[in-house]
């Protein structure tokens, strides 16, 4: 079964509103998690790098007051993309080592932004 | 820095047939090497791994991959293509030792043919 879960698989919303995405740990705990985005027929590219109990690391050219992360505790992180606009529509996908060498994903989140 | 490269975004094969995905990868430290396996709107499954342990590496659904330095490359194959088998590849490359965070290569779709 799934080690990693993502909540809502599915979520459309309109232009201007922020969402959540949930990423969580089923059973094991997590103090770093890893936030993807993929385009359509495109790879996954790393948005950054979720660390329990401080800041979020981003990566080069993702806008973090844009996509707000928060790793409150040792099994979940959230992803919030704030007033979303339609070119935010993706598929954003999470994971998180469970051991060294042993990454697991999520199911991944289908925003839509309308 | 890590960097994977899969030529081509297409393979198509006919059921029994072999299926060969090419990867290759730079790296400036000794790498891991990662093949995954994404079927739609899902998040990604580990097919196998090189962790500098064998070089011939076996994972599940009957693929294999063989890690050639001399070539830097890592290409995964299987025998005997199963309908099943028709999804999306994704190559990947971390640093050996390194954060957990991966680098994917643009993926390959794969087609099998009755």
């Known amino acids: 079964g799934a080690v990693v879960s993502q909540h809502p698989s599915w979520v459309i919303c309109k232009s201007g509103t922020s969402v959540k995405i949930e990423c969580r740990s089923l059973d094991f705990q997590a103090t770093t998690m890893f936030w993807y985005r993929q385009f359509p027929k495109q790879s996954l590219m790393l948005m950054a790098t979720?660390?329990?109990?401080?800041?979020?690391?981003?990566e080069q050219g993702v806008e973090k007051d844009k996509f707000l992360i928060n790793h409150a505790s040792l099994t979940l992180s959230t992803l919030t993309v704030t007033s979303a606009h339609p070119e935010d529509s993706s598929f954003y996908i999470c994971s998180a080592p469970r051991l060294p060498g042993e990454l697991f994903f999520g199911e991944g989140s289908r925003l839509t932004v309308l | 820095a890590q960097s994977v490269t899969q030529l081509g975004s297409h393979v198509s094969v006919s059921e029994g047939a072999l299926v060969l995905l090419r990867c290759n990868y730079s790296?400036?430290?000794?790498?891991?090497l990662f093949w995954y396996v994404q079927y739609p709107n899902q998040g990604l499954q580990l097919l196998l791994k090189?962790?500098?342990?064998?070089?011939l590496v076996k994972g599940i659904n009957g693929f294999e991959a063989e890690f050639k330095k001399s070539e830097t490359s890592f290409h995964l194959t299987k025998p005997s293509a199963h309908m099943s088998d028709a999804a999306e590849y994704f190559c990947a490359v971390r640093a050996q030792g390194g954060s957990e965070k991966l680098v994917f290569g643009k993926g390959m779709k794969l087609t099998v043919n009755p």
């Open positions: 090189y962790t500098s342990a064998a070089t």
């Open positions: 790296s400036s430290v000794p790498p891991y």
């Open positions: 979720s660390n329990e109990g401080s800041k979020a690391t981003y």
